[in-house]
């Protein structure tokens, strides 16, 4: 039950989502080169070391041989079926996928993310964040 003012509660409620906006706005935002929008989710992949050659391996569909084995592809690996995920050693994650709300086309869109395109995902000045 509430029996205060209905016009103070949506004023508060509306200071509060304007708060969080300013706050944490920018984490949701991707600026790609000829568009622009707000993320609606982003999907993630590890990234392991190859136990024979180091080398990066996303676990992801293409990458896959099978349930649990991933290939490997640096030259030196190329003559492999593919190593185990659970010899490999965890190195962190990637974004590798991500759908948007356009604010060209105001629809959805889905993008595949390239290699190195943390930056994409993640390009929020933390500094700044810590200041407010």
């Known amino acids: 039950m509430f029996d205060g003012d209905i016009d103070d509660l949506t004023q508060t409620y509306n200071?509060?989502?304007q708060s969080i906006k300013e706050k944490?706005?920018?984490w949701y935002r991707?600026?790609?080169a000829d568009d622009s929008g707000i993320y609606e989710w982003v999907e993630w992949a590890y990234?392991?070391?190859?136990?024979?050659?180091q080398a990066e391996i996303e676990l992801i569909d293409r990458n896959k041989v099978r349930n649990g084995i991933y290939r490997c592809l640096s030259k030196e690996c190329q003559e492999i079926q593919g190593?185990?995920?659970a010899d490999c050693i965890p190195?962190?994650?990637?974004p590798v996928?991500?759908?948007?709300k356009s604010n060209k086309t105001n629809t959805l869109i889905e993008i595949?993310?390239?290699?190195?395109?943390y930056n994409i995902v993640c390009g929020v000045d933390y500094e700044k964040w810590n200041e407010k």
Request: aromatic fraction near 10%; charge should be positive; proline fraction near 3%.
């Open 15 to 17: 200071d509060f989502i």
């Open 24 to 26: 944490y706005g920018d």
């Open 30 to 32: 991707i600026e790609l």
């Open 47 to 53: 990234v392991v070391s190859c136990p024979l050659c």
């Open 83 to 85: 190593v185990r995920r």
């Open 91 to 94: 190195k962190g994650t990637v």
């Open 97 to 100: 996928r991500a759908r948007y």
């Open 112 to 117: 595949e993310l390239e290699k190195g395109s």
